[in-house]
């Protein structure tokens, strides 16, 4: 097996989900497998499994978090290089086949690799700060990577795991690829970003004009648990101070961790 995906959902956004099974089935690449897990709505994930013939093993888990279910569908990857998909995006029909000859002309350099995602709904790039060369990245440009963007080498989770503690559904609600990616690095594992759209999402098309509290605390935890206590502290703050005309909760969110009801103070 070449590829394992690893979708993880609460079984939510049906149209969506069928949207995404079925650009797999029509994947040009059929060397793959699927780990879907569903952490609600088991039945309804079920039976729009049952109408596909695609290779696909459905975990059904009692427990919610994106970082835990992505640990525990990794227990279930046979493939060289695992992914990650949401089950709200899809891919264009030759996507794994480009993403195979990549990995393959570049697998004695890198052990992850970073694409790009595509709007097609839209018809604009999902970020607007897509290099056009490519590059190997280090502990600061992580930062840009999304889940769905990145393939990795299967070894690599015999060592590093999603931290449980950070993804929806947890007590810090984003940025587990980010600390998975750092503490890749950190193993020695190289990662390299190749400009090629792989991968469909609809962008945020509004911009967020408005960092809450709870954004706040969660960048302030991550920070610290990327770079250390000392360096993510003063990262926090360079960041705090570059946003602060948006930043709603100014006095919680310059001591993020003495607040707790994000409406105590302005």
């Known amino acids: 097996m070449f590829f394992s995906l690893i979708i993880c959902t609460l079984g939510e956004r049906k149209s969506e ?7 797999l089935e029509q994947q040009t690449f059929k060397d793959f497998e ?22 696909i093993q459905h975990i059904e888990l009692k427990k919610t978090g994106l970082s835990y279910a992505r640990n525990q569908g990794i ?26 000859k990549e990995v393959e002309s570049k697998e004695q350099k890198l052990d992850i690799f970073s694409f790009k995602i595509f709007d097609p709904i839209n018809n604009i790039p999902f970020k607007n700060n897509y290099s056009n060369k490519e590059k190997v990245l280090g502990q600061y440009s992580v930062t ?6 990145i393939f990795l080498k299967k ?43 792989i991968v469909f999402h609809k962008a945020r098309t509004i911009r967020q ?3 809450d509290f709870f954004f706040l605390k969660t960048k302030y935890h991550l920070f610290k648990r990327m770079y250390g206590n ?29 607040f707790n009801n994000p409406n105590l103070q302005s």
């Open 144 to 149: 840009q990577c999304s889940s769905i963007e």
């Open 75 to 100: 227990k279930y990857c046979s493939g060289k290089y695992i992914t990650i998909s949401d089950d709200d995006c899809w891919y264009p029909q030759d996507s794994l086949e480009r993403v195979k």
């Open 34 to 55: 699927i780990i879907v897990l569903s952490q609600r709505n088991h039945q309804t994930i079920k039976e729009l499994l049952n109408e596909s013939t695609l290779k």
């Open 155 to 197: 070894e690599i989770t015999n060592h590093i795991q999603f931290d449980e503690n950070f993804g929806v559904g947890s007590k810090y609600p984003s940025g587990e690829e980010n600390i998975f990616l750092i503490d890749a690095l950190r193993k020695g594992y190289k990662i390299g970003y190749i400009p090629m759209y």
């Open 17 to 23: 989900f069928k949207r995404l099974i079925l650009s």
């Open 230 to 258: 000392l360096k993510g502290t003063l990262l926090y703050y360079i960041f705090f101070i570059k946003k602060l005309k948006f930043i709603k909760h100014k006095t919680s969110g310059l001591f993020p961790d003495l």
């Open 209 to 211: 004009t408005e960092f």
